[in-house]
């Protein structure tokens, strides 16, 4: 049972346009959440996070969106530029050390 | 530079070996963890550790071992028990025991292929 959804396996975006990655969640524990970029046979790098105390948090081009009463969240990228192409991971997490929960990723494709 | 070093890169082993996967952190980060990612799949959690000598199954943790001997080191083996070994593994740290939120880092990954 996938407690983190990410239901796009493939987004496509022009250069300079605005990406948005979706992400959905059935655990009503979660209280902190995080995306991470990922290039193939690389690990993953956190991008931005966001706390369930927020409903938005930005940094540069990147800014996340929590909507907690519908249990999602999204990552929006303005502008997209050629470098953001990668798999996308959301995931989230209960508090404290324990593991996070990612869901299956997205893989983001910029089109020049 | 701080950072998480995993070796090797690539890994091959015989059916039916055990083989361990080297993690290690110069962060200072107490708690340390391991994923493992299967094409098209999320990140599925297989061990983690808050704290020297002190370690948890993830969601996967069948056919796999750990240990934390020291805070920088956290390796994985893999046992002949495990099998779908096959598998990219990332190894990865976060800040103090307690902090309410926790960035997780990680490492380069290790590609194990077993013939």
């Known amino acids: 049972d996938q407690q983190v959804k990410q239901n796009s396996p493939s987004l496509s975006v022009q250069e300079g346009r605005i990406s948005i990655l979706n992400c959905d969640y059935t655990n009503s524990m979660f209280d902190y959440f995080l995306w991470y970029k990922k290039y193939p046979a690389e690990g993953p790098t956190f991008l931005i996070s966001i706390s369930s105390i927020k409903d938005k948090n930005e940094d540069g081009r990147f800014t996340v969106f929590l909507n907690k009463s519908a249990k999602h969240l999204s990552l929006h990228i303005v502008p997209s530029q050629p470098g953001d192409s990668a798999v996308y991971f959301c995931a989230a997490s209960g508090g404290g050390a324990d593991g996070l929960t990612f869901g299956k990723g997205t893989h983001l494709i910029i089109q020049p | 530079d701080g950072g998480i070093t995993q070796s090797p890169k690539y890994l091959f082993r015989k059916e039916g070996q055990n083989v361990t996967l080297s993690c290690e952190q110069n962060?200072?980060?107490?708690?340390m963890y391991w994923y493992r990612q299967d094409p098209g799949q999320g990140l599925r959690l297989i061990y983690y550790s808050q704290i020297v000598n002190d370690f948890q199954k993830g969601d996967i943790a069948e056919g796999y071992s750990v240990s934390r001997e020291k805070k920088e080191s956290f390796p994985l083996t893999v046992t002949s028990a495990q099998k779908n070994p096959t598998a990219f593994y990332l190894c990865?740290?976060?800040?103090?025991?307690?902090?309410?939120?926790?960035?997780?880092?990680f490492g380069p990954g290790t590609r194990l292929t077993v013939l």
């Open positions: 962060l200072n980060h107490d708690a």
């Open positions: 990865a740290s976060s800040i103090e025991l307690g902090f309410l939120y926790n960035e997780q880092f």
